[in-house]
DNA sequence: TTGTAAGCGTTATCAT
DNA sequence: ATGATAACGCTTACAA
């Protein structure tokens, strides 16, 4: 038995301002929403007795009641690699600047994805948007199969899976272009520092390079696998790769597949090999992510577009419809110094 | 009129469940639950049928009716410096693992915390955890009137006002061992370098430090202030700043109030003042971000206890009651090459 | 241990 | 333009 006139401690509801307005409670709610048929004159009496009440909708209730929660989940995962920061950094403020909750969900591993993914949908987010490297399809076909989850996007990297949005950079055209500038400024002896396999076929970033220089130079060059893009890892693996190749493949360049691999290839190298950069070796990255422009380091690297794909991905999140297939973005190449 | 038997694309509720295995929607309920008292063999109906039908609770509808929605808000700002990239990991992570959602807010600037609050109060978040520089006393006002944010809590850094909880590393403690540790090791002329001002006197770091170091050499060392806690920021106005300083006051030593600072100073010294670190001029930082161990810098730092933190973060939150007051973590001495 | 009634605060839908 | 009805899917009482 709720006493309607104990106001003590009670959240402000819909129904009191409703009656402190004059108005019914569905009048109310038109108030806050933005398309709703109602006259100015109501919108003003409710607003202010709002005001004065201090009452907010209650999201909880309107998601309930809507079956639209205005929550978009982002599903992380190698919060090693500083790019990470400014992936975060800008979807959750353009989903904010949208109206949409950002649930952070960080998937720990592979095995860890479907049930993040679970928890995402118990929440009954609008959308998931996966930035993360340790998914695979099981992962998708998991999100597939729960029904809750409406729109499942694949952020910054391709998607294997035909049913699912994908919003990445144009990798196969960067690491073209990365090859020819490679070529066009005199390397002649490349090495590909790649990520983990699994992901790193995804990517495309390696195959395109390889493939690429083989098209130009007749042979496809070495490649260094890194198990993680963690800058020590990155260091550890080329401090043991390199000296163990024959001196006639001494590299001149290290084409990496992130920023994360070439900034620890770069201390590997000068740290641990003694060789200079660009003097000895040059090094190639991809992301530009902040350090990559720091004198440190001075990386020449690829800049993903994050305006444009950012911008697409709020596209895709406003679709009525539900949108599929690849939305991708070149990017251009920043010449620093390492090459 | 919604067709009971028509299941076409309709979400499995706890009704479905309860029918299939021949109980009431409230028995399903209570096999969901933890503590609930319920018959083993009831659980086990109950979840054998929720398995077939693919059902799991609705998170959305449970917050509504329990009021409480284990959603924990995550308010950050200053994106640009990469130790937030260990705390959202880290957060995010403890959050995920006691059964918390992370909503992440990112406040743009020091106006928008206020309504960043809003936001996490309208989805009824059982706490709002912020961490961040821009926000100020008006933010913890706003935060208390907003009726819904049931737990307010200051981590990384000590909270204006008394109401609220702040979680945070001893940075008292911390800066007067930095001071011991530079007296010891023979630096006679050290740099602050501070953040903006507003929050730096939060900190405590800087008037820490100058305090300290009047005490042992009766002269206070200058400082260096940088508008934000940005790499980039702290290079140009280190770059600016030292050539100004009479040739008797040329330090010997930088102290950072963080290492985003110390990095971007680092920068300075070594690219465009053409100084030796740490051989014409050393460099203490703050916080031991991943970059801090990086050959590139090699930077003696402070550790954060970010663990302890964690944890501490944690029980807080567990906790029936509204507890408040500080909770202070010691962390430790990192040393490096820098200094 | 299990079932029942009464909400939680909103919105979709229809009626006026 | 506004009001009324019936959900949304669950939980907290309390009764059996």
Chains 1, 2 share one sequence.
């Not at 978009?72 to 690699?81: E, I, P, R, S």
């Not at 592979?110 to 987010?125: C, E, T, W, Y």
Request: proline residues 5%; neutral net charge.
């Amino acid at each position: 038995m709720t006493d309607q006139t104990d106001l003590t401690d009670r959240v402000v509801t819909a129904d009191d301002v409703a009656t402190a307005a004059g108005v019914s409670r569905w009048t109310v709610g038109r108030a806050f929403r933005k398309d709703a048929s109602i006259s100015e004159k109501s919108r003003k009496k409710v607003m202010s007795a709002a005001k004065s009440l201090g009452y907010l909708p209650d999201l909880l209730a309107a998601s309930l009641a809507s079956d639209r929660s205005n929550l978009v989940a982002l599903l992380c995962d190698d919060f090693d690699n500083p790019h990470k920061l400014l992936v975060l950094e800008r979807l959750s403020r353009v989903f904010r600047e949208e109206g949409w909750g950002t649930l952070l969900v960080n998937m720990r591993d592979a095995s860890d994805a479907p049930s993040a993914l679970l928890a995402a949908s118990q929440r009954r987010v609008d959308a998931a948007v996966l930035n993360g490297t340790w998914f695979d399809g099981r992962v998708m076909r998991a999100a597939l199969g729960a029904r809750r989850v409406r729109k499942l996007i694949v952020f910054a990297r391709t998607s294997e899976s035909p049913d699912t949005i994908s919003i990445c950079c144009d990798d196969v055209g960067a690491l073209r272009e990365i090859a020819r500038y490679a070529d066009d400024r005199g390397y002649r002896s490349p090495i590909f520092v790649a990520g983990p396999d699994t992901h790193s076929a995804i990517l495309r970033r390696k195959e395109t390079f390889l493939g690429e220089w083989k098209a130009r130079h007749g042979r496809q060059p070495p490649c260094i696998h890194v198990d993680h893009y963690s800058i020590p890892l990155a260091r550890a693996r080329v401090r043991e790769a390199l000296p163990g190749l024959a001196a006639a493949r001494r590299p001149d360049l290290l084409v990496c597949e992130n920023d994360a691999l070439a900034i620890g290839a770069m201390d590997a190298l000068r740290h641990d090999l003694g060789l200079a950069v660009p003097g000895d070796v040059a090094v190639i990255g991809f992301d530009d992510v902040g350090l990559a422009s720091s004198p440190a380091y001075d990386l020449t690297t690829w800049r993903q577009p994050l305006d444009a794909m950012a911008a697409a991905l709020v596209d895709v999140l406003r679709a009525d419809h539900e949108p599929s297939g690849e939305y991708v973005f070149p990017g251009e190449l920043v010449r620093r110094g390492s090459a």
